[in-house]
């Protein structure tokens, strides 16, 4: 006999027809969307930046059109409840979201407060309250934060708190868009099998946002594509992955990429499906024995890292310090009394050098930076700089203050460092209407205006955590524009989270640890020697020295007891060199 | 960087009491501050303040207090002893100046100083009750009194320090640009930071909509979240207005800065000062006993 309740037959969300244009905007945000998300579902919403996908998300959760305005056509239902019609304090009950952003999106004073708050405004007892919030807290392993205040929190904690106030009222659907942008590989791993447990223990339906689709991909049940408003896609991960190839090879996943160079099929959805499907095309044994690191590097293929570093004119670049950083300890108060955020740190940087800065949320990544700009005072240590340095933080839009690019960056200087950014034909252009890869190139062409002897660029140039938000095409953009900077002398430092984006453009991986350097090396070897800081096709093929698609592709062709059934095509062949992304 | 005034979340007994238990305590030795004009009651009351912030674990925010309250008590002096002529006891003869005085008595720094004193001492009490009462049950409690009110109250508690991070990160942004940029003045700056802070709070609003802020049952007063120390700082703070009105009957307030000063410290002054003194001792946590003291539980060997 089978049972079926009314909550099991409800959809979690049924979306008919939805089309909806912001106030004053002159083309759809969404247009004639239709979609339906079963209760127990976990849902990723694929696309590029600007398809639509926040907007979706937020039209779920009645914040679209009830909060934003705008004109809007057709139906959409949560848990049976009409939210066009219904506000979203009403579907508070039954739709948890949490934005990309959140710092705004905490409104009490301490943890323990904000996560109480939904269910005080839905006039639970106190005794029920405090129940549900100790159990949320233990579900997302926050209980030790409860008595904290929120503006003494890292991102990472800050993105858990609230997704904790968006789950306390055990809602049936809960909307994330990019949740994981903030943080670093292994709180986003952690969070993404949080996400999969919460789903599966408590049949929560989960539709997830997400640009790093090979870090929530294997625990998806669906994907859902975007592009232009409308729904591009609509089926399985293995499915998307095979129509992501012919359609859009933005958001393709490595792993994925490194199966299309050698025509294996079917697409892996993760590592795990990845490696089952290759040590079955081997000739026995593991992939570990399919070639080592010497083998690897004595080949055609060398990695982008062991190359002899040229400038634009083909001579090799003078190899000499552009930053000295010796003996650098910092001292901040981060609201709970100070402590040394720095430890001792060493670092040396080479001009021309493209150095990603890696390390877990709060191990001192952006402190680093700000000292070696001036804005933070150390304790004590030097920091020696050849020739400058022009540093962008985290929020491009800081650097913009007025309404009109050419106001921004006057005169000849001005024009030299937006040429440098490839902006030279923006001048009139109001910063608000730039894409965001261009808003953030004039924030970088700001940092460096009056910095440049002609065209000489400062000694370092360094960039904290500039792909937030960023999907794989506009992070192909960066790389170029790091690649360039590199090409004219500077040292190219980039702080990141970003396993994938740092085996794309760098050469050298600093990995910090509570303040000290605990790894320092070739990008190949550090981003391929662990398990949370390492691509998706190091952690499938485990081979030293081999991170990227191409690396693996090439090292696989090369493996004699590989079966691979076809060969890496020269057209689809993206290498690093060439700023593949 | 935080205030030194922001509340940070501690284990003690006045972090614990309820916003009502706290600010009837804080208040009442506000309340004598702006009741009395003799120094000793002030200085007591000052020293309650200080006493109780140190014992509740405030202690950077009673030093950013009396820093700023002794530097405005100063300068009130200072305004005062050029502008009041009155007073026989003449430090200072300036000469004929117009406005301002053409002396400088003693009498008019005293009552400089007292008025510097009870705006320092209503400083130190702000500070206590900022660094130690939790908004959030501030907000709590009056939301059933007045909900629109508590909801700008909640928007403006959140936003402050957003604006606040959001200042300081745009004036790291500033001091990054490079001399060939424009440089940012305060005009600029201030736009900017207007209208970040719009899009702030439009975010801030969009999520309170979505914790249900709107709905009616929000509303509804309810009953919890009291402690066992309610009744101590009740009791506290009703003991020392109790004993303020009946010093202020028995002369405990003999004080007079014109025609010459003249400062009453007679027994009640001074009882009154004690009091108020110990009355500092409330926040602190009793010593907890050891289980080996216990009869009940001890072993035999």
Redesign the interface.
């Known amino acids: 006999m089978q049972i079926e309740t009314e909550t099991q037959t409800t959809p979690a969300l049924a979306i008919e027809g939805l089309t909806y244009a912001y106030p004053g905007a002159a083309s759809p945000a969404l247009d004639d969307v239709s979609l339906r998300l079963d209760p127990g579902e976990l849902v990723v919403l694929a696309g590029r930046s600007a398809c639509g996908k926040s907007t979706l998300l937020r039209a779920a959760c009645g914040l679209v059109p009830h909060f934003h305005g705008g004109e809007v056509e057709g139906r959409v239902e949560v848990a049976g409840i009409d939210a066009l019609a219904t506000g979203p304090g009403e579907l508070a009950a039954a739709v948890g979201y949490l934005a990309q952003d959140p710092e705004t999106q905490v409104v009490s004073t301490t943890v323990a407060a904000e996560i109480e708050l939904p269910l005080e405004m839905r006039g639970d007892s106190p005794s029920s309250r405090a129940r549900a919030v100790e159990e949320v807290a233990l579900a997302l392993a926050i209980p030790h934060l409860l008595s904290r205040a929120v503006d003494t929190l890292s991102g990472g904690e800050l993105q858990r708190v609230a997704l904790a106030a968006a789950l306390v009222t055990r809602p049936r659907l809960v909307l994330l868009d990019e949740p994981t942008s903030q943080l670093d590989p292994v709180a986003g791993d952690e969070l993404i099998w949080l996400l999969r447990r919460l789903n599966e223990e408590w049949g929560v339906t989960i539709f997830l946002a997400e640009h790093r689709l090979e870090r929530c991909l294997a625990a998806a049940d669906r994907v859902v594509a975007m592009g232009s408003g409308a729904i591009a896609f609509d089926g399985a991960p293995r499915d998307f992955l095979a129509w992501a190839q012919q359609a859009d090879i933005a958001l393709e996943t490595p792993a994925a990429r490194l199966f299309s160079f050698l025509d294996i099929a079917p697409l892996p959805v993760g590592v795990r499906d990845a490696r089952q499907t290759l040590v079955g095309k081997g000739e026995g044994g593991t992939l570990r024995t399919a070639c080592t690191f010497s083998e690897f590097t004595s080949g055609r293929q060398q990695p982008p890292q062991h190359r002899k570093k040229l400038s634009e004119g083909g001579a090799p670049l003078p190899s000499h310090d552009a930053l000295t950083c010796r003996d650098l300890w910092v001292e901040l108060d981060a609201g709970e009394g100070l402590r040394d955020v720095l430890k001792g740190m060493e670092l040396v940087l080479n001009r021309g050098e493209r150095v990603a800065l890696m390390g877990r949320n709060g191990a001192g990544k952006s402190t680093l930076l700000k000292s070696m700009a001036g804005l933070i005072e150390p304790v004590r240590g030097k920091i020696e700089l050849a020739n400058g340095i022009a540093l962008l933080t985290q929020n491009p839009s800081d650097y913009l203050v007025r309404e009109r690019v050419g106001d921004e960056l006057p005169g000849e200087e001005g024009m030299a460092a937006l040429r440098v950014v490839g902006l030279e034909h923006a001048v009139e252009a109001d910063p608000r209407d730039l894409s965001g890869g261009e808003r953030q190139r004039l924030a970088l062409a700001i940092a460096l205006a009056g910095r440049m002897e002609g065209d000489a660029l400062p000694g370092v140039v360094a960039l904290d955590e500039p792909t937030r938000g960023m999907d794989r095409a506009r992070k192909g953009e960066l790389v170029e524009l790091i690649e360039g900077l590199s090409s004219r002398g500077a040292a190219v430092l980039v702080a990141t989270h970003d396993v994938e984006f740092a085996a794309a453009f760098a050469e050298r991986v600093v990995l910090l640890g509570e303040g000290v350097v605990i790894a320092d090396g070739p990008a190949a070897e550090v981003l391929s020697g662990g398990w949370y800081f390492a691509t998706e096709v190091a952690r499938v093929l485990d081979l030293p020295g081999v991170v990227t698609p191409e690396q693996g592709a090439a090292a696989l062709s090369q493996s004699a007891d590989f079966a691979f059934s076809g060969a890496i095509s020269p057209k689809k062949t993206n290498s690093p060199e060439e700023g593949g992304g | 960087?935080?205030s030194p005034f922001?509340?940070?979340?501690r284990?003690g007994p006045l972090q614990a009491a309820g916003p009502a238990a706290a600010v009837a305590y804080l208040g009442s030795l506000t309340a004598v501050a702006f009741l009395y004009s003799n120094p000793v009651v002030l200085l007591a009351a000052g020293v309650a303040l200080t006493l109780a912030g140190r014992l509740a674990g405030a202690w950077s925010a009673v030093r950013a207090a009396l820093w700023m309250g002794l530097t405005l008590a100063l300068l009130i002096v200072a305004v005062n002893v050029v502008v009041v002529s009155r007073g026989e006891t003449v430090l200072v003869r300036l000469g004929h100046l117009p406005v301002l005085s053409d002396v400088i008595t003693a009498e008019a720094a005293a009552a400089g100083a007292v008025i510097g004193l009870r705006a320092a001492v209503a400083m130190i009490a702000f500070a206590v009750y900022s660094a130690c009462v939790?908004?959030?049950?501030v907000l709590?409690a009056l939301r059933p009194l007045a909900h629109r009110s508590a909801l700008t109250a909640?928007?403006v508690?959140?936003l402050v320090?957003?604006a606040a991070?959001d200042s300081a990160?745009?004036r790291?942004?500033?001091?990054?640009?490079?001399?060939?940029?424009?440089p940012?003045g305060r005009a600029?700056?201030s736009?900017?930071l207007l209208a970040g802070s719009l899009d702030?709070a439009v975010?801030?609003?969009?999520?309170?909509?979505?914790?249900?802020?709107?709905?009616d049952?929000?509303r509804?007063r309810?009953?919890?979240?009291r402690s066992r120390y309610d009744g101590r700082f009740y009791a506290a703070g009703a003991v020392v207005l109790l004993a303020a009105i009946a010093g202020k009957l028995t002369g405990a307030d003999a004080f007079a800065e014109y025609p010459a000063i003249e400062i009453g410290a007679g027994p009640a002054t001074l009882a009154l000062a004690v009091l108020l003194i110990l009355s500092g001792l409330a926040p602190r946590t009793r010593p907890t006993r050891s289980a080996s003291s216990s009869p009940s539980i001890r072993t035999r060997t």
Do not use: I
């Not at chain 2, 975010?203 to 709905?215: N, Q």
């Not at chain 2, 309810?222 to 979240?225: A, V």
């Open positions: 960087m935080r922001a509340y940070v979340p284990s939790d908004p959030d049950r709590r909640t928007l508690s959140r320090p957003v991070a990160r745009l790291d942004a500033a001091r990054l640009r490079g001399p060939g940029a424009a940012v600029p700056l736009r900017r702030r975010d801030v609003a969009a999520t309170l909509e979505l914790r249900g802020y709107s709905l049952r929000g509804v309810q009953r919890g979240g």
